[in-house]
Nanobody
Framework: VQLVESGGGLVQPGGSLRLTCSAS????????MAWYRQAPGKQREMVAS???????DYLDSVKGRFTISRDNTKNTVFLQMISLKPEDTAVYYC???????????WGQGTQVTVSS
């Protein structure tokens, strides 16, 4: 399985970004997918997940600001981020939700930097 993330960048506090993850997985439609992030010096954490039925779950600190969605016809997962804060700065990755599936190999991630 290959996971390719894109859409990161430099944005001012309060700004928005939309991240995209493309997965080369023939069983994508059956998988609960998730976005993770890793800030410098910190452990990787899961920020949002979405089941095959599009039930979502979020880290408390991003609730109301991040929205995860998926397009099963294109094996793609999205993360819409608004009202970004400096503490959201991290490399963002997508993968399976580790609570339900073994993780695939990590992609290269996409850097999100929130700074004025």
């Amino acid at each position: 399985v290959q996971l390719v993330e894109s859409g990161g960048g430099l944005v001012q506090p309060g700004g928005s970004l939309r991240l995209t993850c493309s997965a080369s997985d023939q069983f994508f439609i059956t998988k609960t997918m998730a976005w993770y992030r890793q800030a410098p010096g910190k452990q990787r954490e899961m920020v949002a997940s979405i089941t095959s039925a599009s039930t979502t779950d979020y880290l408390d600190s991003v609730k109301g600001r991040f929205t995860i969605s998926r397009d099963n016809t294109k094996n793609t997962v999205f993360l819409q981020m608004i009202s970004l804060k400096p503490e959201d700065t991290a490399v963002y990755y997508c993968n399976y939700d580790k609570r339900w599936s073994a993780l695939a190999s990590w992609g290269q991630g996409t850097q999100v930097t929130v700074s004025s």
